[in-house]
Every structure is written in C-alpha cells, then in structure tokens.
C-alpha cells in the first residue's frame, strides 16, 4: 500500500478527524474527510431543533470559499432551510440509519435560496448525510462547477462512512459539551456577531478561535490563511470587541457563556 492509494488517503483523512475531536479543529478535519472520501469543496453541519435549524460549522477550502460558507449557512439557518424539502423531510423522519439525500442547484425553485446558497459561489451540487433522532444532525458537502456534481461512485463512498462520520461528530459535541465550552465554535461566532460592534465575519471566526484556546498558527492552517492575516484580523476584532489582550478577550468570553442561549445549547448537547 503507497500513499497515493485511495484506501490509505481516507484511513489517513478519518485518524486524522477522530484525533481532532474536542478541538477547534474538527471543522477543518471533517471537510478533509469530506474532500477525501468525495471531492467535496465546502461543507456545513447543522443541528434540528424545534425551531428550526441551528448551525454548527461551515468550511471551506479556500478563503473566499470559507466566507461563502460560512454567509450562505447562517442564512440558510436564518431563513431558507423553510425552502428545503428534504430539511422538511427530517421532521418526519425516525432513527435507523443515516439518510443520503442530494440535491442539484437546478433542482432549487426558490429563486433566493438558490442564489444566496448556489449561485454566489458557483455551487452546482449538494450531497447531505442526514441522521434523524432526538439530536438531528446534517453534513452537508458542497461541489462547484470547478469540479462538477457528484459522481456515483463518491456517494457510495460517502454513503460507507456515513455512520462513522456521524459517531465522530456526536463524540466532538459531546466533547465540547463536557469542557464547559459552548456547544461548537459557530455557536460563539453567532454571539460574537450579535454584540452589534461590526466585526466581520473572519474577525468573529479568530476571536471565537482565540476565545477557545486555538494557537495563531492554528488558526491560520486550520482557516487556510496567512499568519499575517490572522494577526491582522485578531488586531481588528480586538478593536472592535474593546479588548486589549486575551485575559481581556477571556473575559469576554466567560460573560458569553452566562448567556442563556448558550447555556441552553450546552445543556441539549449533552442529551442522547
């Protein structure tokens, strides 16, 4: 067995995965899996609640690809998971198996789901591992027209790993849910978001990470940017937030966490 074989290149991509869990960096892995084992580009994870949907991680390969992923998912979680049929579908759906759902940008009616999730960023095909139970998950991978859809071959692929996909992000729920942290990384970037001092959404993306222990370094490879620009987004974030420095940027985050909202996320993370 070489290295260039594909069974090796997926063991790799899942050791790899299951040795981030719990850290900041499972987001990164869990795309890597995804891009081993299908190609795929982008991907999101969200959660099925009562209420609707609640986003857990996007990523993306590049850095433009990450900010699109990041802005299509939370308005998806805003507003257009309403327009998803097959979101719709879970709400009837029962434990047993993972359900692989796809969908085709030209199979979307909804003329702004489409274009605020699809077209922006040239997404031509969208492969989903749904896991309907009392935590309903859904993984979504994402191809461009760089790459074209999903062939055949990829979704029975994907479609093998499916439950160790799913146990990998169930253990890092849980994992985060223990630490006392909030419920996953994007959770934190919504607060940083809603505090109304007008941080991007990078800079929102580093102070979470910082907030959560991440390295500058880490942060850089796991968001595939410069170190450069991770200090210059830390420096603006820090601006904006009116933090001098991380006991400051701790601070912070320790009055984030007595937020009900979080709280009540961490305490659902935990329940089977």
């Not at 063991?11 to 795309?31: C, D, T, Y």
């Not at 994992?175 to 109304?196: H, I, N, Q, S, Y």
Request: glycine fraction near 10%; charge should be positive.
């Amino acid at each position: 067995m070489t290295p260039q074989d594909p069974d090796h290149a997926i063991a790799q991509a899942l050791a790899r995965l299951v040795g981030a869990i719990g850290s900041a960096g499972f987001p990164a892995g869990f795309l890597e899996a995804l891009r081993v084992l299908g190609d795929v580009e982008l991907c999101s994870v969200f959660r099925r609640t009562g209420r609707g949907v609640e986003l857990l991680f996007a990523q993306g390969r590049a850095l433009q690809q990450a900010e699109f992923a990041l802005d299509a998912s939370r308005e998806y979680a805003r507003a257009h998971w309403r327009s998803d049929l097959q979101m719709m579908r879970l709400a009837s759906a029962r434990g047993g198996g993972p359900l692989i759902l796809r969908r085709g940008a030209a199979e979307i009616s909804n003329s702004a789901y489409r274009a605020a999730c699809y077209d922006r960023a040239g997404v031509v095909d969208r492969l989903s591992i749904c896991w309907p139970g009392t935590i309903d998950l859904v993984a979504s991978g994402y191809r461009t027209s760089a790459s074209g859809p999903f062939a055949a071959s990829e979704v029975a692929r994907i479609r093998v790993y499916a439950s160790l996909l799913h146990a990998a992000l169930v253990q890092h729920l849980r994992a985060d849910a223990a630490t006392g942290l909030v419920f996953d990384e994007g959770a934190l970037v919504e607060k940083l978001l809603a505090l109304d001092c007008r941080l991007s959404a990078r800079e929102a993306e580093v102070a979470a990470g910082l907030m959560l222990g991440e390295t500058q370094e880490r942060i850089a490879q796991g968001r595939r940017l410069s170190p450069t620009t991770v200090v210059t987004y830390r420096r603006r974030a820090y601006g904006k937030l009116g933090v001098a420095n991380r006991r400051d940027l701790q601070a912070l985050h320790r009055r984030l966490l007595a937020e009900p909202g979080i709280a009540q996320a961490r305490s659902d993370s935990g329940r089977d």
